[in-house]
């Protein structure tokens, strides 16, 4: 009979998994040694840990007095083995020879969320919970007293695979103008072709009618703006954050920036403090979201007139938090037009205005760690990826990967995205591929297909570049992932590709890295419709 498929994650299997991990970090131990301990096989220790499968009695019993449980493990494996017990009242069960589910060896695997955080645990982020103190391999803080490596590299909750494979379909070395045809098909069912934006099966575009709503309420306007139109200026903007990856910059900023200026309207027009202060909000965010689609698009000058205007805004309405979202988008552009020095500083003084709050996140591991990368400081990469973390042990994380657009707090799957960018600039391609694996297998981020590229992207850099390089598997897996992004992909994906490109040049002899380099040629900037 095949083995029982794991089990959906409960609430006590959650609540047990977290326990797991927190007792291993408090023990000062990894699930190798304390398989070893207890005489319990590494796998069925780490399937417990990691929350696939209810431990056996057996197991429980050696795991709650080897990590001083107080009995606290057997009683949450009895919870959770009720609970699947009780969801399993009724089914039909399949008979013995029933044919098994197809199962991807490559999909990755999600981390079963906590109950107490309501957001995934991993290895990065463990200790953050107990003490703030952030548990990656070879992050450092600051003062140097807290620099260890939690795991084992063959012992991570869930373990990196020494590289990504690609999918049984792919030719790592097809014919190149075929590849390059492909490219484009491939970009455009995904959303990321010439039109830069995704079909609309309701047969209307939803952003564009969203505006038009605002335009034809303006008619009805009163000189004072109610507080319901406020309410519905502050959905568009919070629609087209999550909407952004789906329609792409190409398509969405002509309504964005038709939307401020709508707004611009109202601004200038005579409103009570309150609602003027709504609307200044609404349209700082509105520039801003302008900026960032710029820097997409590779147009740096605008990008920079639209950023300067939102932060101008933001100052008049006092809102610190979205000063420092400005001061981060700045830096994202000023790091892609390649002013690394100058996207260090603005993060730098982007986080005076977060002041430890939600932003100060954004601006230490997508901003100034990832500039540092580029200058060449390994210690300042480290000390600012651990900032980050510390940070993230104090906030309440979204779960899955956040829009790159949002204006709230990032995800643990978007630090550790960035994480990984910013390591692979000085080399450490071993935590380039911990974070990656951290940053794919929370639930939820396969919503995100340009994360996904970019993550793919830094994997294959670090394989192709890293000490065991293997320069060829890094370039076919680069052109998947540049398949999937299509011939007009965002800038960040341009970029990365090319420099992917740019460090498999000496194997340019490789089929595959021939390919690379000649399908990265192709790659234009989208166009501003």
């Known amino acids: 009979m095949p083995p029982e498929p794991a089990p959906e994650p409960t609430g006590a299997l959650m609540e047990l998994s977290t326990l797991l991990k927190n007792l291993i970090v408090e023990a000062d131990t990894n699930i190798t040694r304390l398989a070893a301990s ?65 199962v991807n060896p490559q999909a990755p695997l999600a981390s079963p969320p906590d109950s107490t955080l309501g957001r995934a645990v991993t290895a990065v982020e463990v200790n953050l919970s107990r003490g703030g103190r952030p548990a990656a391999a070879g992050v450092t803080v600051r003062d140097g007293a807290w620099i260890r490596t939690l795991f084992s590299p063959e012992d991570a909750i869930q373990p990196a695979p020494e590289r990504q494979e690609l999918p049984a379909s792919t030719n790592p070395a097809p014919q190149r103008g075929a590849m390059v045809e492909a490219i484009g098909t491939a970009g455009e069912a995904a959303g990321g072709g010439s039109s830069g934006s995704a079909p609309h099966d309701r047969g209307y575009d939803r952003q564009t009618e969203l505006v038009e709503v605002g335009v034809r309420l303006r008619y009805f306007a009163t000189p004072t703006v109610p507080s319901s139109f406020l309410d519905y200026l502050d959905d568009v903007v919070e629609d087209c954050v999550e909407s952004y990856e789906a329609r792409g910059p190409a398509a969405l900023m002509p309504l964005i920036v038709r939307q401020r200026n709508e707004v611009q309207t109202l601004i200038e027009g005579w409103q009570p403090a309150r609602a003027r202060q709504r609307l200044l909000r609404v349209a700082c965010r509105l520039s801003g979201l302008a900026g960032y689609m710029a820097v997409n698009l590779g147009d ?28 981060g988008t700045e830096s994202l552009c000023a790091y892609y037009a390649g002013d690394y020095r100058r996207a260090r500083d603005l993060a730098r003084e982007g986080q005076t205005y977060a002041a430890g709050g939600p932003q100060a996140i954004r601006l230490a591991v997508n901003g100034e760690a990832r500039a540092l990368g580029h200058l060449g400081d390994r210690d300042g990469v480290r000390e600012a990826v651990g900032r980050a973390f510390q940070l993230a042990g104090n906030a ?50 396969d919503r995100s297909p340009w994360s ?78």
Request: overall charge neutral.
């Open 396 to 445: 309440e994380l979204p779960a899955g990967m956040t829009p790159c657009t949002s204006f709230a707090v990032y995800s643990l799957a978007r630090i550790a995205a960035n994480a990984a960018t910013a390591h692979l600039a000085v080399g450490d391609t071993a935590l380039v591929q911990s974070y990656a694996q951290t940053a794919t297998a929370m639930a939820g981020v």
């Open 452 to 529: 996904d590229v970019l993550i793919s992207l830094d994997v294959a850099t670090a394989l192709a570049t890293g000490d065991d390089a293997d320069p060829e598997h890094g370039a076919a897996l680069g052109i998947e992932a540049l398949t999937r992004a299509g011939t007009q992909p965002i800038e960040s994906i341009r970029q990365r590709g090319r420099e992917l490109a740019r460090r498999t040049t000496p194997w340019r002899s490789l089929p595959a890295v021939a390919d690379l380099a000649e399908i990265t040629q192709t790659l234009s900037r989208r166009p501003l419709r």
């Open 300 to 327: 740096f000058r605008l990008a920079r007139a639209y950023c300067a205007e939102a932060f101008t805004l933001a100052r008049v309405a006092e809102d610190d938090n979205l000063a420092a979202w400005v001061r």
């Open 38 to 102: 207890i005489g319990s096989p590494r796998q069925q220790v780490s399937r417990a840990v990691n929350g696939r499968e209810v431990p056996s009695i057996d197991l429980a019993e050696k795991l709650d007095p080897a990590l001083d449980a107080d009995g606290r493990i057997l009683a949450l494996r009895e919870r959770a083995d009720r609970e699947r017990r009780a969801r399993n009242i009724g089914a039909i069960l399949p008979a013995d020879d029933a044919p098994q589910p197809a």
